[in-house]
C-alpha cells in the first residue's frame, strides 16, 4: 500500500480506525491530529510529558508482534531514549517524537486519547468528552535580555502565542507573583530551552498558576450544597477520574431545618445571611481540606470548583439574600450562571482558583436540578422521561428531546420525617424499610445501623443497635403503601376501623385509628412508635403535591404516561420504587424503567467540572425547558385532589396492577435484597 | 429659513456651530446627538437627572432676549416643568423633554456637554475629553412576576440592552448582594416605572455599583507612588474637577532611601517585600481616607483608581518581588498596564472598586514616566522636546510626533540631598536657593520654613526658624552652578586657591578647597555648614550622567538641540532652569522653553484616571517609545567624561550666554520673585 515514490505513507489509527496518508518526515502527533485523532500533550511536544504514547503495532499492515517500528518512524534517540528509559517503557513511542518514514498502524491507548471521556453516573450510561475549563500547557519563555525592555509576563504572552497558538490571555495577579521566581527555579533551568514553566490556564484566557519546569496535577471540586447534606468531589482535571468524595452536614440546619425558615432566619436576624453563608463556606472549605488530604494534598492544589445547589443555598452560598425567594414572585437575585475567583467567596483554595456556579431555572428549580438534567439529560432521549428530586419541594422534569418541561411542587417537609409523629431524620435507629404481613398484619423493618430485618416479639431481646428511635422519609413512604396493601388503609387514606379486628396492631380512639409499628420493648426510647391518621393524611398530601405537579406537566406537555422515571436525590436513592408507585407517588411506568439515579446533582456539577460544553449546555437547559408555575393553575387544586387516594382516585396504574398480581402472595412481605443506588454518601448523612 | 412645509426645521448649536434640519417634534436631545452634539444625560431622559439643560437663545436666528422658545419648541409641561420649578431654573429646557416646533438657536452650557475637557496642567496646556472608565446610567428594571421566571439581574440585563445599548455585561458579585435590596427600595419605587436604579459601570462591562433610584457621585483616585512621596487626586468621575489632594512620606523611606536598598531589603529580609506592601498599601488607604473626607465621604465612594509609580513602586505595591530590578537585565515582571480589582490590593474602597495600573517602558522606565508623557505629550508636538524626571535615576525622553526615545540615566542620589557632606531632604531648615556674591563672594540663601532671604551677619541675632540645618537638593544646584559663576569654581569643577584671597569663605586645606555658606551662629546646629570639593564632585557626577543621557538620546535622535525642556517631578519643580543650564544639567535652550511642570507623574495618572483614550494612549506610548540602553552604549562613557565640565567640555551654549551676557551685572545676585511651578504638594512633602 505504500506510495511508489515513497514519499508518502499509509497510516492507520486504532481503535478509531481513521486512516489517511501522510508525506515522509512527518512528525507522528502531528500527522494523527491531521487524521483527526487528537493525542494528549502538555509538554507541546517537547517529549517532557510522555502523555502522547502510542502503540506501534507494525509497520506494514500485518498484526505480528509489537515493534518499535523500525524502518516505518525515525529511530528512537536522543531526549525519547532517555525519557523511555528513565521510565522504564518499552513497545512504545512518544508519538512528538518520532517521523513517519514507511506505512503504519498504530494503537493509541486510551490514556493517550486527548479529550477523554467520562460516563455520566446516571440511571443510562453516558460518555462525556473531559475538556475542563482548566488545563496546563508546558511552555518555554525567553531569557530577558538587555535589548527587550519587555516584562517576564510579555515574553510569556509571546512564548504562549508561538508554542500554543493562545492569545490575548490575562494573568491573575497571584500568579504574576510567582512568575519571576518559577523562571529562577532550578526547576525551570533544566528546560532545554531553559525558563520552562507549566501553566494552568483557565479557559484559555487567564493564567492562574505558574508552576517551574515541568508539572503535572490540575484538581477541581464539584459540590452539591443540600439543603440537609453537602457532597464534594474531587476530580482530576485531565483524566477525569474522582479521586475523592467527602459528605458532611450542611451546617445552615441549626437555623433551619427547611429552606423557608433559613429565609425567615435571614429576614429575622440581623447578620443571619452573613452567618449563613459564613457556615456552608466553611464547610466546603472543610471538606476540601479532607478530600484533597485523601490524596496528600492541600486545598492549594484545587483550580477550579463548581458548585450547584436550589436557589435558597445558592443564594447563601454566594452571600446573596435569598428574602425575595420567601413570597411570590420567587425572584432569584440572578439566574445565569456565574464565574468568580474562589478567594470572592472567603474559600482558600489555589489564590487565583476559579469557580463556577450553574445557572438556575426559576426561583423554585435551581441549579442542582439543572445538574440533574445534565446527569440525565432526558432532552437527548427520545423517550419520554420523568425526572424527580425529592426535598421539601419536588423540582420535576419531564419531556423527551422535543421539549422538557418542568415545576416545582411544594411536597412540604413529610418525606423528610417533619410532620410526622415519629418521624425523624435518616441516622442509626431510624426505621427507614417496613413490610406488613397482609394476614396477621404484623411489620417487619429495618434499622439503620442493623443489619437484617427487625421482627418484633420473635427470639431473644432486641439487641441495642436493632432499637428503633423513629421513622425517617424512605420508612414512612414504605408503611403506608403496606398498610393500604395489607387492607389496614382505604384507598382514601383512612384507617379501617374493621382492621382493628385483625390485629391488636391497629387501634381505634372512638373516631381515627393508627398502627403500632413497634412496642416499647423494640425501641431506645422504651416508646412504642406507632403510625396516626394525621401521620398518613401528611404523606397523602405530599405525595398529592408531587404527582398533581407530575400531572400537570403531563398535560402541558400532551402525554398520558411516561416512559422511564428517574428518581434524584440521596432520598430519591431509597425510596423503593413499586412502594412509591403503591402510593401513588409517581405515575405508572414499566417499573424496570424506574430507576434510583443517586446524588445526581453532585454527578451534573462533576460533569461541568469536567466539561466546559456540559457548562454550555447548562445555560442553554436554563434557558430551554420551559417552566410551569404550578402554584398559579387552577387545575393544579384539581389534580391534587385527585391525587390524595393511594394510588389515585381514576388513574389507572396497569404495570403496577401486573406486578402485584403476578408477583406471589409473600412477595411484598418477603422481599429480596434491596435495590440501592450507588451512593456516594453515607447512609446516616442522606436526607431521606 | 425655516421649512416651507413647515414639516422640517433648522437648528444650530451653540457653541460648536454646528447646524442642521430637523423633523417636526423631533426630540431636542436626540436632535442635539443627530447634529453630532452629545448632551450629558444620566437618567437617559426620563426629565430625572437634568444634566441635559439647554439655553434656548431664541427661535428665530435674531438674537434677542431669552426666551422659552415659544412656538418652536413643545411647551414646558409635567416632569420637565416640576423639575425647572424645584430647581429655580429659568430661561433653560431639558433637551430630553423638548420637541422641535420651529427654527431653534440653541445654546449648550458647558456643564451639559458630554464628554467633558480637562485641562493638562502641563507646559502648554492641553485639552483632554473626559471620558473614565467608570460612569453612571439610570435604568428602570421591569417587575418580576409569576409568568418570568428570570432573576433581577436578567431583567436588568434586559432594560440596559433597551435603554442604554448595553449588551454583555457582568456583574460583581458584591453589587449582585445590593441588587434585590435596591430594587425594594422607596427610592427605587419613587421611578415613575418602578424599580428605578442608577448603576456604576465599568468599561460598560461590569456593573459594580447599584443604588435605589436616581443617584449622583461617581469618584476615582489618581495615586503617583513616588520612591519618596505618596500623592493622591480625588476627582469626580463625571465632571474630572480634581476634589482633594493629598500627599504623604512613602513608609517604605524607614526600609531604604533610595530604591535599591529597598529592592535588597526585599532580598534579604524574610517577608521584606509583604512588608514593603502593606507599608505603601497602608498609607494609599489614609490618603484615601483623608481625600475622601475632605469632601464628607468615605473611601467607599472611590469607584475606581489609577496608580503609576517607578517600576520598583509598581512592583511593590502590585506585592511583586522587585528582585530582578536589582541586576542585569533589569526585567520587570509585567510591563503592561494591568487591570484589577482594588480589594485584591487590600484597599477598602468601594468594594468592587477597579484599579487600573498604566504599562511601563523598561526596567528603569516605569509607568509614572509613561504617566509624565501623557501629561507632557511630547509625541502630539512638532517641536524636539525634551521631558526630564529627576530622582536617584533620571529618566529622560526626547523626541516629537515622528518618534520618541527614553532611557533612564543613574544619577545617584546626590541630587536628593545624599552623599553631599550636609546635604539633607527638603524640610524645614534646608537651604533650597542660594546667590553668591561676585565680587565679594559673599552668600544669601533661603531656608524652607523661613519667608525671606537670609543675609549672614546682617542685621540683629538670627530668627530660630532662618537658621538652617543643611542643604537640599535645589540648594545644591544653585549654590555650584553659583560657585562656578562667582568664579570660586574652575570649568572643571576645582575650588580655585586663588579665591582664598578674595573672601574668607572660600578656604583652603593645602590639597583642596571649601566653601563656608552659613557660619556656626547661623545654623540650627551652630555649626558651619560648608561645600567642598567632594561635594561639588558628587554634583558633576550627577549632572553629568544625566547630560550624557540627554546627549545619547540626541545622537540616537539625529538631533544636535531641543525647543523645549519640561523639569517634571517634584525635585524638577524647585530647580531653577538657569541655574541647572550654568551647572550644565540641562543642554543649552531658549530659558523661556524650560519649565518646570510640577508633579507631572500626578497628573498624568489624573488624566488616564479621566479617561479611556488616554489609558489607551499609554499603552501605545510604551510599545511606541524607543528605549536606550544608555549603560551599555559605548559612547555613555565619552559622553559622560565631556559633561563634567560646568557647563560641558565642548558643547556650546548661546542661549544661556545671551542671557548672562544680557544681564544686569547684579541679576543672578538679586533675583526677582522664584519663578515656581504650582506644585500638588507641600514644600516640605517634595523630594527635592
Not at 215 to 235: K, M, P, R, Y
Not at 434 to 445: A, G, H, M
Request: with cysteine.
Amino acid at each position: 500500500m505504500s506510495d511508489s515514490g515513497n514519499n508518502t505513507f499509509q497510516l492507520v489509527l486504532m481503535p478509531s480506525g481513521r486512516r489517511g496518508a501522510v508525506p515522509r518526515g512527518t512528525n507522528l502527533l502531528d500527522a494523527c491530529r491531521s487524521l483527526g485523532v487528537e493525542l494528549e500533550s502538555i509538554c507541546g511536544g517537547r517529549q517532557t510529558c510522555g502523555k502522547c504514547q502510542v502503540i506501534v503495532e507494525v509497520g506494514q499492515f500485518a498484526k505480528h508482534a509489537i515493534t518499535s517500528g523500525a524502518g516505518h518512524l525515525s529511530p528512537i534517540a536522543g531526549v525519547e531514549a532517555a525519557y523511555l528509559e528513565k521510565n522504564g517503557i518499552s513497545g512504545r513511542r512518544l508519538a512528538c517524537a518520532a517521523e513517519v518514514t514507511g506505512d503504519l498502524l498504530i494503537s493509541v491507548p486510551e490514556e493517550s486519547q486527548a479529550r477523554k471521556q467520562i460516563i455520566a453516573k446516571a440511571a443510562t450510561e453516558r460518555a462525556i468528552v473531559v475538556h475542563p475549563a482548566v488545563r496546563l500547557v508546558y511552555v518555554e519563555s525567553a531569557e530577558a535580555t538587555m535589548g527587550d525592555p519587555r516584562g517576564d509576563w510579555e515574553r510569556l504572552e509571546d512564548a504562549l502565542a508561538e508554542q500554543w497558538k493562545l492569545h490575548g490571555l490575562s494573568i491573575d495577579l497571584r500568579a504574576l507573583r510567582t512568575l519571576q521566581g518559577s523562571l529562577r527555579s532550578p526547576a525551570a533551568r533544566q528546560a532545554a530551552g531553559g525558563r520552562g514553566l507549566t501553566l494552568a490556564l483557565w479557559r484559555d484566557r487567564e493564567v492562574i498558576r505558574i508552576e517551574p519546569g515541568y508539572a503535572e496535577g490540575a484538581h477541581g471540586l464539584a459540590v452539591d450544597v443540600g439543603s440537609t447534606t453537602v457532597v464534594a468531589h474531587l476530580c482530576d482535571l485531565r483524566t477525569g477520574a474522582v479521586l475523592a468524595t467527602e459528605a458532611a452536614m450542611n451546617p445552615q440546619v441549626r437555623y433551619g431545618e427547611d429552606l423557608m425558615s433559613r429565609v425567615s432566619y435571614g429576614m429575622t436576624e440581623p447578620q443571619g445571611v452573613e452567618r449563613m453563608h459564613r457556615a456552608v463556606i466553611r464547610t466546603i472549605q472543610e471538606l476540601a481540606e479532607k478530600a484533597t488530604a485523601a490524596i496528600g494534598r492541600t486545598p492549594e492544589a484545587l483550580l477550579d470548583a463548581v458548585l450547584v445547589g436550589n436557589t435558597v443555598m445558592q443564594h447563601l452560598f454566594l452571600g446573596l439574600d435569598p428574602l425575595e425567594l420567601g413570597g411570590a414572585p420567587f425572584a432569584p437575585a440572578s439566574s445565569s450562571s456565574y464565574d468568580l475567583k474562589a478567594r470572592n467567596l472567603g474559600l482558600t483554595f489555589h489564590p487565583a482558583a476559579q469557580l463556577h456556579v450553574l445557572p438556575c431555572i426559576a426561583g423554585h428549580v435551581g441549579a442542582d436540578h439543572v445538574a440533574v438534567l445534565l446527569a440525565e439529560a432526558p432532552h437527548q432521549r427520545a423517550e419520554m422521561s420523568l425526572v424527580i428530586d425529592v426535598g421539601t419541594n419536588a423540582e420535576i422534569s419531564l419531556g423527551n428531546r422535543q421539549e422538557v418541561l418542568c415545576a416545582s411542587s411544594p411536597t412540604g417537609p413529610a418525606f423528610e420525617g417533619a410532620q410526622i409523629t415519629h418521624g425523624q431524620r435518616a441516622a442509626p435507629g431510624a426505621i427507614e424499610r417496613v413490610r406488613i404481613d397482609p394476614k396477621t398484619l404484623e411489620p417487619r423493618y429495618r434499622v439503620i445501623g442493623w443489619d437484617g430485618w427487625v421482627e418484633p416479639e420473635a427470639g431473644p431481646p432486641m439487641p441495642e443497635a436493632a432499637r428503633a428511635t423513629g421513622i425517617c422519609g424512605s420508612g414512612i413512604i414504605e408503611i403506608v403503601a403496606e398498610m393500604f396493601l395489607a387492607g389496614i388503609l382505604s384507598s382514601d387514606g383512612r384507617i379501617q376501623e374493621a382492621a382493628t379486628r385483625r390485629s391488636g396492631r391497629v387501634r381505634w380512639n372512638g373516631r381515627t385509628g393508627e398502627y403500632q409499628l413497634a412496642g416499647p420493648n423494640e425501641t431506645a426510647t422504651g416508646k412504642e412508635i406507632v403510625v396516626t391518621q394525621n401521620d398518613v393524611r401528611a404523606i397523602q398530601l405530599a405525595k398529592a403535591a408531587l404527582y398533581a405537579g407530575v400531572k400537570l406537566l403531563m398535560a402541558h406537555r400532551g402525554v398520558q404516561g411516561v416512559d422511564r422515571i428517574s428518581l434524584a436525590g440521596a432520598f430519591g436513592s431509597y425510596i423503593d420504587p413499586l412502594h412509591a408507585m403503591v402510593l401513588g407517588m409517581i405515575p405508572d411506568c414499566d417499573l424496570s424503567r424506574v430507576a434510583a439515579v443517586g446524588n445526581a446533582a453532585g454527578d451534573g456539577a462533576r460533569l461541568a467540572l469536567l466539561s466546559e460544553e456540559q457548562r454550555a449546555e447548562a445555560t442553554r437547559l436554563a434557558g430551554w425547558v420551559r417552566h410551569v408555575q404550578t402554584a398559579t393553575e387552577p387545575a393544579f387544586q384539581t389534580e391534587f385532589v385527585a391525587a390524595m387516594a393511594i394510588p389515585h382516585a381514576s388513574d389507572p396504574f396497569p404495570h403496577l396492577e401486573a406486578v402485584l398480581a403476578a408477583r406471589p402472595a409473600d412477595e411484598v412481605t418477603a422481599p429480596g435484597p434491596r435495590r440501592r443506588a450507588k451512593s456516594t454518601r453515607s447512609r446516616g448523612q442522606h436526607g431521606g
